[in-house]
């Protein structure tokens, strides 16, 4: 391995406070949809969110103070939807504060449609869809907890689906993806390269 710049470069970044305002990192970015206990929907946007392994699981970072936090804990599922770049003002007006009631008006003037198995909603026009049964709630990263679940049903949009006779690079040039490049910016990406695997790798 080289080491020929011996780091001098680098700055070091103070970790007594949060560092990850100081660069961009990309993430994806998702709408989690919940039901309020008087019954309302709500959405709420996420991108600290991830597969967990290569099963059928979920996860993402929440504050235990957003509704979403609570009421998963009460019903026990929730949604995911993935936006398209198309939809990222859908994305940033869910994340609107709530009233002193403690509802999100704003919500109402989502097209949404009810998901299969799980009480809950999903946007429309998003471009993959999963119905999760709660799993885990891990607490204790700070403030924050890593809520996780099964995923009990899923649905794409059939443009996003890979298929043998569509090539991958066409796929994604025709359905960009959203990627949310925190903090505070986003990309459609449309373009994309076969990533070199060595031979003979393994999952
Ligand atoms: C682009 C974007 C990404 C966000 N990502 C997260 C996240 O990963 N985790 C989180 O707890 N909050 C995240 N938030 C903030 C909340 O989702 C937001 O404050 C939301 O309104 C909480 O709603 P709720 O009280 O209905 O759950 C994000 C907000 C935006 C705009």
């Known amino acids: 391995m080289s080491t020929h710049s011996g ?3 680098l700055i070091e970044i103070d970790t007594s406070a949060p560092i990850w305002d100081r660069f961009f990192t990309v993430a994806p970015l998702v709408l ?3 039901t309020d206990p008087d019954g309302a929907p709500d ?7 991830t597969p ?3 099963q059928n699981y979920f996860g993402f970072v929440c504050t235990p103070a957003h509704s979403t936090c609570s009421n998963i804990q009460r019903s026990g599922e929730f949604t995911v939807s993935y936006p398209k770049p198309s939809q990222v003002l859908y ?3 869910a ?3 709530r009233r002193e009631v403690g509802d999100k008006p704003i919500l109402d003037c989502f097209a949404t449609f009810p998901a299969k198995k799980i009480e809950g909603q999903f946007i429309e026009e998003a471009y993959l869809y999963f119905e999760c049964r709660h799993f885990k709630t891990i607490d204790g990263f700070g403030s924050n907890c890593l809520i996780t679940g099964e995923i009990i049903a899923a649905y794409a949009d059939s443009e996003v689906l890979r298929a043998n006779e569509i090539d991958d690079q066409e796929l994604i040039h025709s359905s960009p993806l959203f990627a949310y490049l925190a903090p505070g910016r986003f990309a459609a990406i449309d373009r994309s390269n076969a990533f070199p695997f060595p031979a003979d790798m393994k999952k």
Do not use: Y
């Not at 959405?43 to 969110?49: E, G, N, T």
């Open 32 to 34: 989690i949809g919940t």
């Open 95 to 97: 994340a609107s504060p």
């Open 7 to 9: 780091g001098s470069h």
């Open 52 to 54: 967990m392994g290569w």
């Open 91 to 93: 994305s940033c007006l």
């Open 43 to 49: 959405l709420a946007p996420k991108h600290m969110v």
